[in-house]
T-cell receptor, first 114, second 112 residues
């Protein structure tokens, strides 16, 4: 069964450093998403992406965040200058269609900012 | 904004019993709902969905009930098994569907 994959599984970085989290969505999916889950809290939407541009973004997704689909398979989330409060689990998801379609989640990348 | 919440943070059930997990949402414009299961260290996994034009939907061992009048939905798991132990989130779609807002989650513990 096709699945969303994410790398790395864990990332430790120093405050102020840039990090890039990588995702490989399911191959025939057209819509891509990033979510985060701070430890012990609910999952929060960050951004959705379709046709090489951002469709929606939340208030969390400020100028420090960016997304990119650099090739036909990868979907990346970049945090330019990490802050302590960026420590969280980051989930990538993809869906075949946008409206009302099931999103399939990857296993997540646990980011720890020191 | 959307507010999705769960009534009980932890639910313990005996193996073989039925489980009922409840969820309330606040945005009356929400028209698509999903229940997700999240096992420790993993991403949310789709269980079952329901659209607002339905009151009930059944899957394999799971049933979702939607009461739009009181903005409430529930997940029923029949014959709960140890493998059902996880955190269950309800989620509501609104404003274009591409964004999903999750509740805080209910931890289901199955007692063998």
């Amino acid at each position: 069964e096709p699945e969303v994959t994410q790398t790395p599984s864990h990332q430790v970085t120093q405050m102020g450093q840039e990090v890039i989290l990588r995702c490989v969505p399911i191959s025939n999916h057209l819509y891509f998403y990033w979510y985060r889950q701070i430890l012990g809290q609910k999952v929060e939407f960050l951004v959705s992406f379709y046709n090489n541009e951002i469709s929606e973004k939340s208030e969390i997704f400020d100028d420090q965040f960016s997304v990119e689909r650099p090739d036909g398979s990868n979907f990346t989330l970049k945090i330019r200058s990490t802050k302590l409060e960026d420590s969280a689990m980051y989930f990538c998801a993809s869906s075949e269609e946008g409206a009302g379609e099931t999103q399939y989640f990857g296993p997540g990348t646990r980011l720890l900012v020191l | 904004g959307e507010s999705v919440g769960l009534h009980l943070p932890t639910l313990s059930v005996q193996e073989g019993d039925n489980s009922i997990i409840n969820c309330a949402y606040s945005n009356s414009a929400s028209d698509y709902f999903i229940w997700y299961k999240q096992e420790s260290g993993k991403g949310p996994q789709f269980i079952i969905d329901i659209r607002s034009n339905m009151d009930k939907r059944q899957g394999q061992r799971v049933t979702v009930l939607l009461n739009k009048t009181v903005k409430h939905l529930s997940l029923q798991i029949a014959a709960t098994q140890p493998g059902d132990s996880a955190v269950y989130f309800c989620a509501a779609y609104s404003g274009g569907y591409q964004k999903v807002t999750f509740g805080t989650g209910t931890k289901l513990q199955v007692i063998p």
